[in-house]
């Protein structure tokens, strides 16, 4: 097969009993994508056919909804009698099956970040009303890093959608308690407890329960404890056994209320090992610091995603200029903690906190390298987010529409505290 549609083929990447996957260019957007190719014959007549072309159609509807850098998108679906394919994001490095054995386990901080971003994709598509209902290893993409997309929302479950729910789908060895009883529905305490599975198994290096056959297993989930991971693997923080063990409570009740829960004991852990003095930073950390930001407040979470893309991260001391007065500079700064203050000459223009931004006018003056106005210092142990203009008017309209306002505000709120002291002192 040289092309589908208007993609050209590179190469197959895999198949199945329903379809083939292949690498291809799409030559309008100048990207590789990955193609989901259904045979015909797997999605007509039988009882099974009917079954996989409502999981394909799902997954098709979901085409240019699903815009979240955790979750892989979804460009473009067609779906005919005779030929039906779904145009994926490609996502090169594999799953975290590679992951899960013993040799390849990540370190535990590693997997407390990718464990935080799967519980940011997931709280996302719980909001448009999609559980994913299969989330497991397998179902989560490798970028780089810790960065994952998690994929194959093709079992997903809408709530606000007329489709026909999908019934017996899902693994066994990540399906909660009440889910293979038959006592409730897949719902966001099921998908909670299946990401709770995929956390240990990154953890411990082997799945909770394990037994010679399906029903084994499922026996085990049903009334059976499990170990925590730290019980197979020296060394690990008692704090992600602990939240390891709450995401797969038996009891749903007993489990996190709501992704949101589930993501903030995950960000505690690293607060733990940030006061420690192990660990520079994480995304998690700087993610939800960005959140109590008053700068980022009408950031969606897309854009705060975007935002610690493109921009640099720095502690400094007390007494650290951090831009000085007739220097040249193309970026701009936003305080994520601690205080400066603002010079001119002798004279101090403002003392700014948390939240504020300065520097603004590299990115305002839409030339390179304006003369700094101004020299800004350190007062305090400072936090610093550093946005080269350069790289913001390269980010999305949503991103620099939203820092346009943040910048407009600034300056009016910063004028009408000049006018004021010029009313005092007249």
Same mark, same amino acid.
């Given at each position: 097969?040289?092309?589908?549609?208007k993609?050209?083929? +590179?190469?197959?990447?895999g198949?199945g009993?329903?379809?083939?996957?292949? %690498?291809?260019?799409d030559p309008f957007?100048?990207?590789?994508?990955?193609?989901?190719v259904?045979?015909?014959?797997?999605l007509?007549n039988?009882?099974?056919g009917? /079954?996989y072309?409502?999981? /394909?159609?799902?997954e098709a509807?979901?085409?240019?909804?699903?815009?979240?850098?955790?979750i892989?998108?979804?460009y473009?679906?067609?779906?005919?009698?005779?030929?039906?394919?779904i145009?994926?994001?490609?996502?090169?490095?594999?799953?975290l099956?590679?992951f899960?054995e013993?040799g390849?386990l990540?370190?535990?901080?590693?997997?407390?970040e990718?464990?935080? @971003?799967?519980?940011?994709?997931?709280?996302?598509?719980?909001k448009?009303?999609?559980?994913?209902?299969d989330?497991?290893?397998?179902?989560?993409?490798? +970028?780089?890093?810790?960065d994952?997309?998690?994929?194959?929302?093709g079992?997903a479950?809408?709530?606000?959608?007329?489709? &026909?729910?999908i019934?017996? +789908?899902?693994?066994?060895?990540y399906?909660?308690?009440?889910l293979v009883?038959?006592?409730?529905?897949?719902?966001?305490p099921?998908?909670i407890?299946?990401l709770?599975?995929v956390?240990y198994y990154?953890?411990?290096?082997?799945?909770?329960f394990?037994?010679?056959?399906?029903?084994?297993?499922i026996?085990?989930?049903v009334? &059976?404890?499990?170990?925590?991971?730290?019980?197979? *693997?020296?060394? %690990? $923080?008692p704090?992600?056994?602990?939240?390891?063990?709450?995401?797969?409570?038996?009891?749903?009740?007993?489990?996190?209320? &709501?992704?949101?829960?589930?993501?903030?004991? $995950?960000?505690?852990?690293w607060?733990?090992?940030?006061?420690?003095?192990?660990?520079?930073?994480?995304?998690?950390?700087r993610?939800? %610091?960005?959140?109590?930001?008053?700068?980022f407040?009408?950031?969606?979470?897309?854009?705060?995603?975007?935002?610690?893309?493109?921009?640099?991260?720095?502690?400094?001391?007390?007494?650290?200029?951090l831009?000085k007065e007739?220097?040249?500079?193309?970026? /701009?700064?936003?305080?994520?903690?601690?205080?400066?203050r603002?010079?001119?000459?002798k004279? &101090?223009?403002?003392v700014?906190?948390?939240?504020?931004?300065f520097?603004?006018?590299?990115?305002?003056?839409? @030339?390179?390298?304006?003369?700094r106005?101004a020299?800004v210092t350190?007062?305090?142990d400072?936090i610093?987010?550093?946005?080269?203009?350069?790289?913001?008017?390269?980010?999305?309209?949503?991103?620099? *529409?939203l820092?346009?306002?943040r910048?407009?505000?600034?300056l009016?709120e910063?004028?009408?505290?000049?006018?004021?002291?010029?009313? +005092?002192?007249?």
């Amino acid at each position: 097969m040289e092309a589908i549609g208007k993609y050209k083929v +590179v190469r197959e990447l895999g198949r199945g009993a329903t379809g083939k996957v292949y %690498l291809a260019t799409d030559p309008f957007a100048s990207r590789q994508v990955a193609i989901k190719v259904a045979y015909p014959d797997a999605l007509k007549n039988s009882e099974e056919g009917a /079954f996989y072309k409502n999981m /394909f159609l799902n997954e098709a509807s979901l085409a240019g909804k699903l815009h979240h850098p955790h979750i892989v998108q979804i460009y473009d679906a067609v779906v005919e009698e005779d030929f039906s394919y779904i145009v994926m994001e490609f996502v090169e490095g594999g799953t975290l099956e590679k992951f899960c054995e013993p040799g390849t386990l990540l370190d535990p901080a590693e997997v407390a970040e990718i464990i935080f @971003k799967c519980v940011r994709a997931l709280a996302f598509a719980s909001k448009l009303g999609l559980t994913h209902r299969d989330i497991k290893p397998g179902n989560i993409l490798h +970028v780089d890093g810790t960065d994952i997309k998690i994929a194959d929302f093709g079992a997903a479950i809408n709530k606000v959608s007329d489709r &026909t729910v999908i019934t017996n +789908v899902g693994s066994p060895a990540y399906m909660a308690p009440e889910l293979v009883t038959g006592a409730a529905q897949a719902s966001a305490p099921t998908d909670i407890y299946a990401l709770g599975v995929v956390m240990y198994y990154l953890l411990a290096g082997r799945l909770p329960f394990t037994g010679a056959n399906t029903m084994s297993v499922i026996y085990q989930i049903v009334n &059976t404890d499990p170990e925590p991971p730290g019980a197979h *693997r020296q060394g %690990l $923080l008692p704090d992600l056994d602990e939240i390891t063990l709450k995401a797969m409570a038996k009891d749903p009740a007993r489990r996190y209320a &709501t992704w949101e829960e589930f993501g903030q004991a $995950l960000a505690e852990v690293w607060k733990k090992l940030h006061a420690a003095g192990e660990r520079e930073q994480s995304d998690t950390e700087r993610f939800n %610091l960005c959140r109590t930001l008053s700068f980022f407040k009408e950031f969606p979470e897309n854009e705060l995603w975007e935002v610690l893309r493109i921009s640099k991260w720095a502690k400094f001391p007390p007494n650290t200029a951090l831009i000085k007065e007739g220097d040249h500079g193309d970026s /701009f700064f936003v305080l994520a903690g601690g205080y400066v203050r603002v010079t001119r000459g002798k004279r &101090t223009l403002n003392v700014l906190s948390a939240g504020d931004c300065f520097g603004e006018m590299s990115y305002l003056a839409h @030339k390179d390298a304006p003369h700094r106005s101004a020299t800004v210092t350190t007062t305090s142990d400072c936090i610093i987010v550093k946005i080269r203009a350069e790289d913001l008017r390269a980010s999305s309209l949503t991103c620099r *529409r939203l820092f346009d306002e943040r910048f407009l505000n600034t300056l009016v709120e910063r004028l009408e505290a000049a006018n004021e002291q010029l009313a +005092v002192m007249s």
